[in-house]
């Protein structure tokens, strides 16, 4: 069963505009860590922000934040005022708890292409 | 700067070689991971490790095992390449769940192509 699911495949921004990218999430675990990455033409991954399971308050770092909404699932990764070095794949990432030994699983990815 | 270097960023190999994509970090990280990643998948974890000696199959280990004989070093072997293996295979490294960094470090990848 998918576990991590990342409905958008591409998405388009205007610069300086905000976006959201989509990532709902499953599983059966209570304790468990979300997190984003980044992966430029380059083709590093780049970790970008994390959000724990028992946080209240969703984490932002930078011009990067999250929507967490446990009890549907998800977490969204909210970019604002895009750059046009934004362009890129986002992945959306889980790491379960012990039931799931602490493995970390990735979404399909979601391309987004800042325009200028 | 910490960093995780894998061996080589493009490979070439034949069917039926056997093949060794080799990972180092200078992190002191217990935790070591072999994703590989291709176009509308993601990241698939292929083996990861907790310590020295240990490891534990992830979502695709068919086809593929593992060797950490030391703590920073993660090897991923290809007993027999075939041409499904060809993909991205990014290594990764981290510290233990709960001890207050949770994000990966990653590799720059291996672009692994069987012919």
């Known amino acids: 069963a998918q576990k991590i699911t990342q409905t958008q495949p591409g998405m388009f921004v205007q610069e300086k505009e905000a976006v959201t990218l989509d990532c709902t999430y499953d599983?059966?675990?209570?304790?468990?860590?979300l997190f984003w990455y980044k992966q430029p033409s380059s083709g590093e991954m780049i970790f970008l922000i994390y959000?724990?399971?028992?946080?209240?308050q969703n984490a932002t770092e930078g011009r990067y934040s999250l929507n967490f909404q446990k009890a549907r699932k998800s977490t969204n990764l909210v970019i604002s005022a895009s750059q046009l070095g934004d362009s890129a794949m986002y992945f959306c990432?889980?790491?379960?708890?012990?039931?799931?030994?602490?493995?970390?699983?990735f979404g399909a990815g979601t391309r987004l292409f800042v325009k200028a | 700067d910490v960093k995780v270097t894998q061996s080589s960023r493009y490979l070439v190999k034949r069917t039926g070689e056997k093949v060794f994509l080799e990972c180092v970090q200078d992190?002191?990280?217990?935790?070591m991971f072999w994703y590989r990643q291709d176009p509308g998948l993601g990241l698939r974890l292929i083996y990861f490790?907790?310590?020295?000696?240990?490891?534990e199959k992830g979502d695709i280990p068919e086809g593929y095992s593992v060797s950490r004989e030391k703590k920073e070093r993660f090897s991923l072997i290809l007993e027999s390449a075939s041409t499904n293996q060809t993909s991205m295979y990014l290594c990764?490294?981290?510290?233990?769940?709960?001890?207050?960094?949770?994000?990966?470090?990653f590799g720059s990848g291996t672009r692994l192509t069987v012919v």
């Open positions: 990764a490294s981290s510290l233990l769940p709960g001890t207050g960094d949770y994000g990966y470090t």
């Open positions: 599983t059966s675990d209570q304790s468990y860590g």
């Open positions: 959000q724990g399971s028992y946080d209240e």
């Open positions: 990432a889980m790491r379960e708890g012990a039931t799931g030994g602490f493995k970390t699983i």
């Open positions: 992190m002191d990280h217990e935790n």
């Open positions: 490790s907790y310590d020295v000696k240990m490891k």
